[in-house]
Nanobody, 121 residues
Framework: QVQLVESGGGLVQPGGSLRLSCAASGSIFSIYAMYWYRQAPGKQRELVAGITSGGNTNYADSVKGRFTISRDNAKNTVYLQMNSLKPEDTAVYYC???????????????WGQGTQVTVSS
């Protein structure tokens, strides 16, 4: 079993910054791509950013230039640095990872429990 635990959410004023972390633990042989998604009230969950095991990244247009995804493979951890936050960034942020639990095994997608980010004055 694999667990993903997010941290770092909270309340911040518009223009402020937050850094989210997501640590993976459990039966991990290898972690491939890792992602951050978010879901605002009444909206569908959307992809915010992704990063491959080699460090290639992609971002939603709405966060390009403001958010930065990074990872520490030694710690099985992915980060999301969020700058210049806007009220429309308010959402529950979820971590997702493609994990291989044993050598030669299948990859499975795991989700964290989510962390609330609220941008408000």
């Amino acid at each position: 079993q694999v667990q993903l635990v997010e941290s770092g959410g909270g309340l911040v004023q518009p223009g402020g910054s937050l850094r989210l972390s997501c640590a993976a633990s459990g039966s991990i042989f290898s972690i491939y791509a890792m992602y951050w998604y978010r879901q605002a009230p009444g909206k569908q969950r959307e992809l915010v950013a992704g990063i491959t095991s080699g460090g290639n990244t992609n971002y939603a247009d709405s966060v390009k230039g403001r958010f930065t995804i990074s990872r520490d493979n030694a710690k099985n951890t992915v980060y999301l640095q969020m700058n210049s936050l806007k009220p429309e960034d308010t959402a529950v942020y979820y971590c997702n990872a493609d994990v291989q639990t044993r050598q030669g095994g299948f990859r499975y997608s795991y989700w964290g429990q989510g962390t609330q980010v609220t941008v408000s004055s």
